[in-house]
T-cell receptor
């Protein structure tokens, strides 16, 4: 069966510090991968999606970036965090076939102080 | 981008049937309608998906009228554990950036 991992679960970082969140998927190959952010009490905002290694599409201009160094690894980064980067970050995957159901990871709660 | 409109919140009691309606007036021909459930501090979980008419699984039913400009998620006999946020999405399975999670509907099930 497929599983998706995210770490860390929670993170408190000062403004201006760097960020690296990691997401890995097991039990599937060539998945589509997604990063979402959810502000408190709000819906999910799609940040990045990837259909293959090294292929990243950005949905929202921001100080965040994403990379996919391996087929089942997706990394969200920032060089300098802003207060507005606080939120719940979710990684998700879907099959590269016609089934577009997305499976979400447990999320990372990021607080920027 | 096919955006969706849902009620912000709904209240219900245990054992009742709950119907949550979603409006998606500019749905495209290739778009499917998908519903997700999210509990606090967890990622959303897929509930059901459909293209037209009615779809039913072990958890819910999805009713889609002929014009596809709206859809209704029906949860039979809800329990306290169904308290969650429910999201309606429309998206083309071949255009991944078209998926749009709105603010969802906060369903509060009371005893």
């Amino acid at each position: 069966s497929q599983t998706i991992h995210q770490w860390p679960a929670t993170l408190v970082q000062p403004v201006g510090s760097p960020l690296s969140l990691e997401c890995t998927v097991e039990g599937t190959s060539n998945p589509n991968l997604y990063w979402y952010r959810q502000a408190a009490g709000r819906g999910l905002q799609l940040l990045f999606y990837s259909v293959g290694i090294g292929q990243i599409s950005s949905e929202v201009p921001q100080n965040l970036s994403a990379s996919r160094p391996q087929d089942r690894q997706f990394i969200l980064s920032s060089k300098k965090l802003l207060l507005s980067d606080s939120g719940f970050y979710l990684c998700a995957w879907s099959s590269s076939g016609s089934d577009n159901e997305q499976f979400f990871g447990p999320g990372t709660r990021l607080t920027v102080l | 981008l096919a955006k969706t409109t849902q009620p912000i919140s709904m209240d219900s009691y245990e054992g009742q049937e709950v119907n949550i309606t979603c409006s998606h007036n500019n749905i495209a021909t290739n778009d499917y309608i998908t519903w997700y459930q999210q509990f606090p501090s967890q990622g959303p979980r897929f509930i059901i998906q459909g293209y037209k008419t009615k779809v039913t699984n072990e958890v819910a039913s999805l009713f889609i009228p002929a014009d596809r400009k709206s859809s209704t998620l029906s949860l039979p006999r809800v329990s306290l554990s169904d308290t969650a946020v429910y999201y309606c999405l429309v998206g083309d399975q071949y255009n991944f950036n078209k998926f749009y999670f709105g603010s969802g509907t906060k369903l509060n099930v009371k005893p």
